[in-house]
């Protein structure tokens, strides 16, 4: 469906070098990678509103025109909501949405417009100017004006940054039934791979403007290639196992007896713990000295020896 074939971007240095990506029909894809990466500038070239250097980027067989050739930049059939939110500030919340919509028929476009506008929790503030708003109501009225338009391709910068895990969850359900329903594609974008790993079936990670590894959300999750990599995704523990360096998230283990002289048996002291809710976050250090967490549904406060147990 979209096709990113060998991107290079380059202005007094390189952005972005040899990206090539497919995203199909209905799939999900996530962009993982630290502030200046390249994510953000990726993005712009795959909705028609940067030109690559190198390279093309094609919709169903179409190539993707850039603002170099086209006056207005964009493609109607690929939505981009970025941290500029790019909304018509001097309008309403309602009027933002409704100008997107204004080729349907008045009681279909209100009705769309009532949706968005309980979707995104904006019910209370649609009569209120887009610059009165809160940096989160912003984002969700990006996020609802680019759902109005109905894009065959949504492309994500940051979605979730100022959402509550409440509203997030609410988002990310809505998202879902759309690629279920009407086959729309959707390119997730964070510096946090935790916020993406439950909605995407593919995952890139980039770094200094290159691909460095595609996978699935449970490969990036239980099979971290570097350190760096794991970090990207949640908690993850690094301890010297036998000469060698061994990474494990905190729910990879098992509790073992300090008798017991299986290799993988890691003897640890307790520090601390913090209640997080479903779970306690219990912290420990190794005999070489290495701060390790384990999650569990109680205290473990009194677990000498761990047994690291991979589940991959």
């Keep these: 469906m979209l096709h ?16 090539t990506m497919h995203l199909r029909a209905g799939e999900i894809i996530g962009i993982v990678g630290k502030s200046g990466a390249g994510k953000t ?5 795959m909705g028609g509103l940067l030109d690559p250097t190198r390279g093309t980027v094609s919709l169903e067989g179409k190539k993707v025109i850039g603002p170099s050739v086209k006056l207005v930049p964009g493609h109607p059939e690929i939505q981009l909501v970025n941290q500029d939110f790019q909304l018509d500030i001097y309008h309403t919340v309602e ?5 997107k919509i204004m080729f349907l028929p008045r009681k279909e476009r209100d009705n769309f417009v009532d949706e968005l506008l309980n979707l995104m929790e904006l019910e209370l503030v649609r ?3 887009a610059v009165t708003l809160s940096g989160g109501e912003q984002q969700r009225l990006a996020i609802a004006r680019a759902l109005a338009c109905e894009p065959k391709v949504l492309l994500l910068d940051e979605p979730f940054v100022h959402l509550d895990g409440r509203l997030r ?13 009407r086959g729309m594609s959707l390119v997730l974008v964070s510096h946090d791979g935790s916020e993406v790993l439950s909605l995407c079936d593919t995952i890139y990670s980039m770094k200094n403007g290159t691909i460095t590894r595609k996978g699935k ?16 995704f949640g908690a993850i523990n690094s301890v010297n196992l036998k000469g060698k360096r061994t990474l494990f998230r905190p729910d990879e283990y098992l509790l073992s007896d300090i008798s017991d002289e299986d290799p993988n048996n890691v003897e640890v002291k307790f520090e601390r713990f913090l209640f997080s809710g479903p779970v306690y976050e219990n912290y420990f250090r190794t005999q070489n000295n290495e701060k390790i967490v384990l999650f569990s549904f109680n205290s473990m406060e009194h677990v000498q020896t761990i047994r690291i147990h991979k589940k991959y």
């Design 4 to 19: 990113v074939n060998d991107i290079q971007l380059k202005f007094d240095r390189v952005i972005l070098e040899s990206i």
């Design 41 to 45: 500038s990726l993005l712009k070239i």
């Design 95 to 99: 009027e933002n949405i409704r100008e």
């Design 127 to 129: 009569t209120q100017k």
């Design 169 to 181: 969850s609410k988002i990310a359900n809505y998202l879902l039934q759309l690629k279920a329903i």
């Design 217 to 232: 959300p449970h490969d990036f999750y239980y099979k971290p290639k570097r350190i760096e990599e794991a970090k990207l």
